[in-house]
C-alpha cells in the first residue's frame, strides 16, 4: 500500500464550488483576463461571472431548485462552463451528458436522471427531436446555438437576467454534478460528484503535479464531458484564473496541430490514441506545432514509452501519462516533471492512497500483479440506481477501479491490464497491453488491440488486430516481421500468433479499445 495522503488544502464544510472556481477571480482583481477563448471570440471572467449569474437566475424562474437536476448536452463552447456552474451555483444539480452517443441512449439517460430541464446545443438537437416526447420528465428544452424546433434559446433566457446571483448555501459534500460512466459494456451510469471534489482535483493534481498557473493557457483534445476533459478545460485553469481554449469539432490531428499553431497554447492534454496519430505524420513537430508547449498530458488508457518518447523528442516537452478515472474525477496516479518514467503510469498523486490487491482483497506481495484500489477525497458518492455496482466499487473509502497494476522497484505502478482482458496463455498471465506496446514500436504500425485466442487443442494464445502506419502494405511476411518483433521486445509467450489488419479499432468516445467488440469480431 502507498500512503501519501498528505493534503495542504481542505474544503471548508460551507462550501460552493463556483464561489472558488469563479467569484474568487473578480475579487483578486482578474474580471478582465481571459477564462475561454471559443468559436465565438474570448470571454473573460467577469463576462463568464455575469453569463453564469444570468442564468441561475434564468433556472430560478423555470423553478429550478436545489438539488434537483438539469440535464446537459453541450459542445465545447462558452456556454457549458455557463451551464455547469450557473446550475451549481443555485444548488442544482447539473448532468453533464457526452454529445456523442446515440438516441436510444440518450433517452435512457434523460429518463434515469429525471430531469425536468434539458440543456443542449443545436447542433444535437437532431439527434434529440425524436425522443424527447417520449421522455415525461422533461417539461423545458433549452436550445444553445440556433433556433431548434421552437425550442426557448438559452441566450434569450439570460437577456435581461439581473447581474447579481448570490450562491446556494451548499455544503462541501452536496452532490455537485453529475456525469455518466460510459464503461465498455451496458448502459451508463449516473456518476454523482461532490461541490468539492473540482477544487480537490485542482489542488491535488492540477496545481502541484502538472504545475498550471495563471499564466498558462490549455488546450484539452479531451471534450468537457468527459471527467478528464472537464479537469483539464475547466477546473484546473479556473482554479488559477488561467485560459483555455475550446474547439467544438472533432479532435483529429490536423484539426489539433491548427489549434495549437494558432493559439500557442502552454499545455496540451491528449490521448494514446491521438498521441499516436499525431507522431504517424513526419510533418508534424515542434515548429508546426507551438513554441510555447512546455508539457502535455495523456490518460483514458496507458501511453506506450515508444510514444512518449517520440514525443519528447520531436516536441520538446515531456508528456506526463497518469491514470484516473469518472468515479475519481481526475487523474490519482501520475508521472511529474522530475519523477518520469515512460512506459508507466508514475506515482500516487499527493492527496491519494493506492493498494493493489488479489481476488481476495488481500494486499499482493511487491511486484506481483494487483487489482488497484485508490483513496481519496475525489471518489464520488456511488452510483445512482445501481446499488449493486455501488456495493462493488465502492467499498468503505476504497474505489475498486478493475485496472492490473503492479508496482516496480523505484515505486512507479505499470499497467497490466483490465480485469476483464487479462487471460492466461500456457499458465502465464498475458496482458493485451504489453503486447499491444510492442507492436506499437514497430515502425509500420499505428495502432494494435490483442485479445485471446483459443488455438485448436483449446489453449489461450495472444491474437491482434492491427492498424497500418499510412504508406504500409499489408502482407503475410509483415505479420511475419511483426511477431518477431513482439518476440524480441517482450517475453516469448505473449507474441502474437494470429495477426489481422484491420482499417480501424472500436473504442469508445474516450479513445479506449473496445477488445470485446473485437472479441465479438473474432468469433463472427
Known sequence: MTDNAGMAWAAPSDYNAVSDLLDSHLEAGRAEKTAFIDRSGEHSYGDLAKRVNHFGNALRKLKVRREERVACCLIDSIDFPTAMLGGMKIGAVPVMINTLLTPETYQFVLSDCRARVLILSSELYPVFKDILSQVNTIEHVIVSGETQGGCALMGDLMDGEPDYLEAAPTHADDIGFWLYSSGSTGQPKGVKHLHSSLMYTSKLYGQPVLGIRENDVVYSAAKLFFAYGLGNGMSFPMSVGATTILFDGRPTPNSVMDILAEHKPTIYYGVPTLYAAILANPDYNRDSASPNLRIAASAGEPLPADLGEKWQERFGCPVLDGVGSTEMLHIYVSNA????????????????????????????????VGEMLVKGPTMAEGYWNRREKSLATFVGPWMWTGDKYFQIDNGFYQYAGRTDDMFKSGGNWVSPFDVESALIGHEKVLEAGVIPHADKTDNLKPKAFVVLNEGAEASDELKDELKAHVRDKIEVWKYPRWIEFVDDLPKTATGKVQRFKLREMDQG
Open 337 to 368: 516533471e522530475g519523477a518520469m518514467q515512460y512506459g508507466t503510469s508514475g506515482k500516487p498523486v499527493p492527496g491519494y492512497e493506492i493498494r493493489l490487491v488479489d481476488e481476495n482483497g488481500d494486499d499482493v506481495l511487491d511486484g506481483e
